[in-house]
């Protein structure tokens, strides 16, 4: 099942925050973010595992909610450079074949 | 030069072609997956293979096929390339956690813009 994003999209001034969630109707082993800029390939951002554990990256950090299967992305002060389309991967099970299934994407635009 | 590279970069054919889009990675990385990007879809996996010689479907496999026989190389094949077959496409790979371990980042290719007339 593809979990869902949201919001779609979000319009930022430098300096603010925003969240961006991930959900799934899946119990989820673990959730991947990367972030994609025009016309480039995806770079990872950070892996959170079930436990509830929560990891930080200079100004962006994240959580993951077992209970609700949910994990919130947390940008804060943003920055011009963090514009560009957030993904989130989800993997079920740390079974034989490692696969994400991927959410469709949060659009975040940062104006000066 | 070390990486995962993608060749050609921009490819455009006609309705009917066979078309293949090759994938390298110098990292000996176990796992290799080959995404398409389309607007309004966001990533979604065509095949994937956990090691040389095993491959499996994606979700969208269909008009697709892949080969590995080595390690460092995933070449995709679309055998008779149709429109709806125009997309970015997009290779990764990533190192093997092992059973019951924690999931490892996936390293992409810069990507395979396939434009079908």
């Known amino acids: 099942q593809q979990p869902v994003q949201s919001p779609q999209a979000v319009i930022l001034r430098e300096g603010e925050d925003a969240v961006i969630n991930c959900s799934s109707s899946k119990a989820l082993y673990s959730v991947h973010w990367y972030r994609q800029k025009h016309g480039e390939a995806p770079v990872f951002l950070m892996i959170?595992?079930?436990g509830g554990e929560q990891k930080g990256h200079e100004k962006i950090s994240a959580s993951f909610n077992e209970k609700k299967q949910q994990s919130s992305l947390y940008l804060t002060a943003s920055q011009l450079s963090y514009s560009g389309t957030y993904f989130c991967?989800?993997?079920?099970?740390?079974?034989?074949?490692?696969?994400?299934?991927w959410g469709l994407g949060t659009s975040l635009a940062v104006n000066p | 030069d070390a990486g995962i590279t993608q060749s050609p970069r921009y490819k455009i054919t006609e309705t009917g072609r066979q078309v293949t889009l090759m994938c390298h990675q110098t990292w000996s990385h176990s796992y290799m997956f080959w995404y398409r990007q389309d607007l309004g879809h966001g990533l979604r996996l065509i095949y994937y293979s956990a090691a040389a010689d095993i491959t499996d479907k994606g979700e969208v496999p269909d008009g697709y096929v892949v080969s590995r026989s080595k390690t460092e190389n995933f070449p995709l094949t679309l055998e008779s390339a149709t429109r709806s077959q125009t997309s970015v496409y997009f290779c990764a790979s990533t190192r093997s956690p092992g059973l019951d371990s924690p999931p490892l980042e996936q390293y992409f290719g810069p990507g395979t813009r396939l434009t079908v007339t």
């Open positions: 991967g989800t993997e079920s099970n740390a079974g034989n074949n490692r696969k994400l299934i």
């Open positions: 959170l595992l079930k």
